[in-house]
Nanobody, 123 residues
Framework: QVQLVESGGGLVQTGGSLRLSCVAS????????MNWFRQAPGKEREFVAA????????VYADSVKGRFTMSRDNAKSTVYLQMNSLKPEDTAVYFC????????????????WGQGTQVTVSS
């Protein structure tokens, strides 16, 4: 079973930036698409971004397009989420997730989840 460990969350003011990281265990990292989801209090977990196994392709939720950038380093088994121009509505727990399928997937399609990291954007 893969382990996914997120880091980089925290408290930031509106307009600020944060960079999330997620390190995966195991030796088949590049065989899987990787994703970021988020969940705000009282809301369902929602898709944020995904990157293909090679890192060639990325896709984003409309709400973060142009502000967030996802990337991966397969040599380090790590994915990143650079978040710029943060807004209070970006406040949520952010989860790293591994999937066989690349694209704007649902939470039900995720095979493995990290424990999450809190991002709080103050107004």
């Amino acid at each position: 079973q893969v382990q996914l460990v997120e880091s980089g969350g925290g408290l930031v003011q509106t307009g600020g930036s944060l960079r999330l990281s997620c390190v995966a265990s195991g030796r088949t990292f590049s065989n899987y698409a990787m994703n970021w989801f988020r969940q705000a209090p009282g809301k369902e977990r929602e898709f944020v971004a995904a990157v293909s196994g090679s890192g060639t392709f990325t896709v984003y939720a409309d709400s973060v397009k142009g502000r967030f950038t996802m990337s991966r380093d397969n040599a380090k088994s790590t994915v990143y989420l650079q978040m710029n121009s943060l807004k209070p509505e970006d406040t949520a727990v952010y989860f790293c997730a591994r999937s066989r399928t690349y694209g704007r997937i649902s939470a039900a399609s995720v095979g493995s989840w990290g424990q999450g990291t809190q991002v709080t954007v103050s107004s």
